[in-house]
């Protein structure tokens, strides 16, 4: 009798099975691999206010969607996120108004106003893994006096705690951001965003492969011309990455690099994907606003 006694069939029958040989992949991914954190557009939410009258165009360095045309623009793999915007209809504005002179649209003091607050409902936390919060502000404060001043509460608003305190919420959490000034003669500071984030999984870190760069030939007329028809990739997560993501990679010869990622294909075994290709290049810094997306 084999090693296995009498289940011989379905423990080698098993080795072909899908689970088997995406667990093979991913070893050898994780083996040959460069580590990675992986950022994906927003596929759902507000229309941000930087789109163009009449058009269907965004602009491209806008701190709102980052130039996706929805609110919050991306979101980095194994997070969950909250967003806030200057233009959320829910919010409780006391003593403040949307300027709309400019796009996108921001939230400032009413005239002859020294201070006002704006307050958003209560947002609902699973935060199973108690991982920390993490945030990002987007406010302008346009002469010497403004002030803004970010807290959030845990208990519908009857306690508040500045932003920049270890954040303890487990369930629950609202937040109200206060703007003011000195004197009503100077401008008011200006709210436009507040990103509030939290890992839901152990590692939020991604394996991409080493670049692989594909030659084809083409045959001219004095022979055959090799071509690059530029670096490939692949990697296995458990959701597809829809284009328009980017990643920054932590390791390897592309360590600290953010490339724009576009051409994908996936790869399938009786219908399951098991692998998803793709090509990248290096962003432009300082043109494209992948580096400052949160």
């Known amino acids: 009798m084999s090693y296995w006694g009498d289940r011989v069939r379905q423990v080698i029958g098993a080795w072909g099975t899908i689970d088997s040989i995406k667990a093979q992949s991913y070893s050898g991914l ?30 491209k360095m806008c701190v709102s969607c980052y130039g996706i045309g929805l609110i919050g623009g991306y979101q980095k793999y194994g997070h969950t996120y909250l967003y ?33 607050t704006i307050e958003t409902v209560d947002y609902t936390i699973q935060n199973t893994l108690l991982n920390p919060y993490e945030w990002d502000v987007k406010t302008y404060i346009k002469d010497t006096g403004g002030a803004v001043l970010v807290e959030y509460s845990t208990d519908s608003g009857v306690t508040w705690y500045t932003l920049q305190q270890p954040v303890t ?19 008011s500071p200006f709210f436009e965003m507040l990103r509030f984030r939290w890992m839901n ?70 219908g399951i994907a098991l692998r998803q290709v793709f090509s990248g290049r290096i962003i432009t810094e300082g043109v494209e606003i992948y580096t400052q997306v949160f």
């Open 30 to 59: 994780i083996a040959g691999g460069e580590k990675s954190n992986l950022w994906m557009p927003v596929t759902s939410g507000l229309v941000c206010s930087c789109k163009r009258q009449d058009e269907n165009v965004f602009e």
């Open 84 to 116: 806030i915007s200057s233009i959320d209809p829910t919010l409780v504005l006391t003593n403040i108004s949307l300027n709309q002179n400019y796009r996108p649209y921001r939230l400032i003091l009413n005239d002859g106003q020294l201070t006002g």
């Open 169 to 187: 919420a487990t369930t629950k959490i609202r937040f109200r951001i206060t703007l003011s000034r000195t004197v009503t003669t100077i401008r």
């Open 201 to 270: 999984v152990l590692d939020d870190t991604v394996y991409i492969s080493k670049a692989r760069t594909p030659i084809d030939y083409k045959r001219m007329k004095y022979g055959l011309t090799e071509t690059a028809a530029g670096p490939r990739f692949w990697t296995i997560i458990d959701q597809a990455i829809p284009s328009l993501s980017f990643t920054t990679f932590l390791e390897g010869p592309n360590q600290g690099q953010t490339m724009a990622l576009f051409d994908f294909n996936v790869t399938f075994f009786q």
